[in-house]
C-alpha cells in the first residue's frame, strides 16, 4: 500500500517540459489544460492555460494525422490524457497521450454503429471519470439513418483498463421527463467531471449556451435515460456567433468556460476567451488565450467539491402590507451548503450583509424553499441578493433583485449604474420579449431574448458609457413597445 501511495503523489507533482516550458499538474490553483482541434495547424496540441491570466504554453506537439480533435480527459491512475485525437475526417481515432515520452498510443473506437467519417462524426465533449478508470463522450449526431436506435445525441462511456465502449443512452430528460432538446440543437461544447462524481455538461451553438449537470452516480451500462439538472436554462452568448467549446475547474471548485477558434484569422473579438463563472449564468472575461485554437477544448487534473454548490430555481423580492420586504428563495441545493448570507445595498455596489439562514441540507440536489423579512429597508429602491455558502468556503451568488417602495408594480430595471447584470423588476410580464440596447448616437449595440421566466441579462460585454434599453413584444402583437429606459454601464 505504501508504494502504491508513492506513485500516485509522485504522478500528481510530475514536472512536464516536452517542450520546456509546460508544467503539468503542479499548479492545481492555477492551472487548467486546453486541446486545440484547428485541423493543419495545431490540432491534437495540448497545452497548459493559466485561469488568472489566460496566458498558455505547449505541452505535447500534434500528431499529423490529427483533425478536429476533441475530448480531453486527464486519468490519475494512468497519468494520460485521453481524447479523440481525430473525427469527422478519415478514420475515427480515441488516443491515450503520455504527457512523458509524447507518444500518441491509439485505442479502441466506438462501433456498432461505428461513427462516420463525415463532418456529422464530429466528437464535440468528452471527459475522464474523478476514478480515473473511465471516460465519457456525447456524439450529437447520432441519426437512424448511421444504425443508431433514434436520431438525438449518443451518450457513450469507455473502460480505459478494458479497452471498451458502451453505448448508455439517447435519452436526456429534466426532472419533469421533459427531453433536454438543447443536448442536441447546441451541439458545441464540453464535459467535467467534480469531486462528487456528478458530470457536468456544457452545450452551446454560435448565439447560445447551456449548463446541465448529471448527478453521481453515472451509469456504466445502458439505461433508457438520464435524467439532468438544468443549471443554466439556454442562455445568450457574451457575443453572439462565438460558441462555447471548453468547460473545466480548478482545485478551489471554480468553474472555467473557454470559446472556440476562428477558421479564417484574423480573429474578430469573441474568440479564444476565456471566462469564470462563479454564479450560474455570470461571466466574468479572464482574458485572451494567446495562440488560435488553445480554448477548443478544456480539461484538468482535479475535481473539487462544492461547485457552484446551489443552483438558483427562483428568487423573488416582494414590498408587503405589513411594512416588510419579503425574500423568497428556491434552489437545488448540495449537501456541503451551510448556509446563506442575506445582503442588502442601496446602490447595487456597496453590500452588507443583514443576516444569516443555515441550510436545510434534507439531501443533496433536493429543491429547498427558503423566506426572509426584511423590515429595516428605506424609501425607494433598495437591492437584495443571496449568497450560498459551501463548507469549502465557495460563494454562489443570486441574481440581485431591487424593491421600489414608491413604485408599486410599476417596471423598473436595476442596478443602475451596471456592471454586468441588469435585472428587470416586473410581475405582469408573462410572455417572450425582445431587448434592444442602443448606444447614445441611437446604433443598436446588443440585443437579445428575454424569455418567460428570464429576469435579468448580462451587459458587462458593453464598453462604458450611456444607453438607452428597449424592451418589445413579439413583432407580432398589436402594440409590442413595452417599456424604455435609460440606463450607465460602468
Known amino acids: 500500500m505504501k508504494t502504491i501511495r508513492i506513485f500516485f503523489i509522485v504522478l500528481f507533482i510530475i514536472t512536464v517540459r516536452t517542450d520546456g516550458q509546460a508544467q503539468l499538474c503542479l499548479h492545481p490553483t492555477d492551472s487548467v489544460y486546453g486541446l486545440n482541434s484547428i485541423t493543419g495547424s495545431g490540432s491534437g496540441q495540448i497545452v497548459g492555460v493559466n485561469v488568472n491570466t489566460a496566458g498558455a504554453a505547449a505541452i505535447g506537439s500534434p500528431a499529423s494525422s490529427s483533425a478536429n480533435a476533441n475530448g480531453l480527459g486527464f486519468s490519475q491512475i494512468t497519468g494520460l490524457f485521453y481524447f479523440f485525437n481525430q473525427t469527422g475526417s478519415g478514420t475515427t481515432e480515441f488516443v491515450a497521450y503520455n504527457p512523458l515520452t509524447g507518444i500518441k498510443t491509439a485505442r479502441a473506437i466506438p462501433s456498432s454503429p461505428a461513427l462516420p467519417t463525415a463532418t456529422t462524426g464530429k466528437i464535440r465533449s468528452g471527459t475522464v471519470t474523478k476514478n480515473g478508470a473511465g471516460y465519457y463522450m456525447i456524439f450529437p449526431g447520432a441519426t437512424t439513418a448511421m444504425g443508431y436506435a433514434s436520431t438525438a445525441p449518443a451518450f457513450y462511456y469507455f473502460n480505459i483498463g478494458a479497452n471498451s465502449w458502451t453505448l448508455i443512452t439517447q435519452s436526456f430528460k429534466d426532472v419533469s421527463n421533459a427531453t433536454v432538446t438543447a443536448i442536441q440543437s447546441l451541439n458545441s461544447g464540453d464535459m467535467a467531471f467534480d469531486g462528487n462524481n456528478n458530470l457536468w455538461l456544457l452545450a452551446s451553438s454560435s448565439t447560445q449556451y447551456a449548463l446541465y449537470r448529471i448527478n453521481a452516480s453515472l451509469p456504466t451500462t445502458a439505461v433508457a435515460k438520464v435524467t439532468v ?16 467549446t471548453g468547460i473545466a475547474f480548478n482545485s478551489a471548485g471554480k468553474m472555467y468556460l473557454s470559446t472556440g477558434s476562428c477558421t479564417s484569422p484574423p480573429c474578430t473579438a469573441g474568440y479564444n476567451k476565456l471566462y469564470e463563472m462563479a454564479t450560474p449564468g455570470v461571466l466574468t472575461l479572464k482574458g485572451t488565450l494567446p495562440v488560435n485554437g488553445y480554448g477548443d477544448d478544456l480539461s484538468s487534473c482535479v ?47 456597496h453590500w452588507q450583509t443583514i443576516d444569516h439562514v443555515r441550510a436545510n441540507n434534507s439531501a443533496p440536489g433536493a429543491l429547498e424553499m427558503y423566506e426572509y423579512n426584511h423590515k429595516g429597508y428605506n424609501t425607494g429602491v433598495n437591492y437584495y441578493r443571496i449568497v450560498a455558502i459551501s463548507s469549502s468556503g465557495q460563494r454562489s451568488i443570486s441574481a440581485v433583485k431591487p424593491v421600489n417602495t414608491k413604485m408599486g408594480n410599476k417596471m423598473y430595471i436595476g442596478p443602475n449604474p451596471v456592471k454586468d447584470v441588469i435585472t428587470f423588476y416586473n410581475k405582469d410580464i408573462s ?45 407580432s402583437a398589436a402594440n409590442n413597445s413595452l417599456e424604455s429606459f435609460q440606463f450607465i454601464k460602468w
Open 303 to 349: 475535481y473539487p467539491v462544492g461547485v457552484l454548490p446551489v443552483t438558483w430555481v427562483n428568487f423573488t423580492a416582494a414590498l408587503q402590507n405589513n411594512n416588510s420586504i419579503k425574500l423568497s428563495w428556491k434552489v437545488n441545493e448540495d449537501d456541503n451548503v451551510s448556509g446563506y448570507n442575506i445582503e442588502y445595498s442601496r446602490d447595487s455596489e
Open 431 to 475: 410572455t417572450k420579449s425582445m431587448v434592444q440596447v442602443f448606444d447614445q448616437r441611437g446604433v443598436l449595440a446588443y440585443s437579445t431574448t428575454l424569455e418567460r421566466d428570464q429576469q435579468s441579462i448580462n451587459v458587462g460585454q458593453l464598453p462604458r458609457g450611456n444607453y438607452i434599453l428597449k424592451l418589445l413584444l413579439p413583432s
Open 229 to 244: 439538472d438544468v443549471i443554466v436554462p439556454v442562455t445568450s452568448n457574451p457575443i453572439s456567433g462565438v460558441s462555447f
